[in-house]
């Protein structure tokens, strides 16, 4: 009969397990969604990179495996794995581009991947996944890069606001002391 300490030994190298497969796992299909997208999305490779999902980040650089969470965590954790995709895009009036970032948060459910990408509803993808099936990955983090536009462009011209509430800054002469 195994003692409490035992199985308390147990636990722990169970978790350990599972911490470490959740790793691979979430390492692989980040890793595919990243060398697919450029296809998915018809642009060269080199247009789309890792980065950090959050802070500040150099839009010219691919990150690698440092753009995961997990990267600089010195313990491994049993936890969802984020990272962030960069989009380069080139301006069509100049020589410049713009670069677009989201967020992607990867979690093990079962025998399932559940895929939030920033604001989109979760994808769910099955762990033996191929490109075919990344598919709903590619459309949701485009339609998450696309709303950020779409939302400007939207409250740009929306009409009910062009004649908005405004305030102007009273001259120093004419305010009262």
Not at 39 to 60: I, K, M, S, Y
Not at 154 to 176: C, H, L, Q, W
């Amino acid at each position: 009969m195994a003692s409490k300490y035992d199985e308390l030994k147990q636990a722990i190298s169970d978790y350990g397990e599972a911490a470490m497969e959740n790793l691979v796992r979430c390492k692989g299909i980040g890793q595919a969604i990243v060398a697919g997208f450029p296809a998915w999305l018809g642009c060269p490779p080199e247009r789309v990179t890792t980065v950090p999902p959050g802070g500040q980040f150099d839009p010219r650089r691919d990150y690698g495996e440092a753009a995961f969470s997990y990267h600089s965590q010195p313990v491994i954790r049993l936890e969802p794995i984020i990272f962030g995709i960069c989009v380069a895009v080139q301006n069509v009036e100049d020589s410049g581009a713009l670069w677009l970032r989201t967020a992607i948060r990867l979690e093990v459910t079962g025998d399932t991947f559940d895929i939030f990408v920033a604001n989109q509803p979760a994808v769910h993808v099955s762990l033996d996944y191929d490109d075919e099936k990344l598919a709903p990955v590619f459309e949701a983090i485009h339609k998450e890069l696309m709303q950020v536009f779409k939302t400007q462009l939207a409250e740009f011209n929306d009409s009910r606001y062009e004649r908005g509430i405004g305030f102007f800054v009273a001259p120093e002469e004419a305010t009262d002391k």
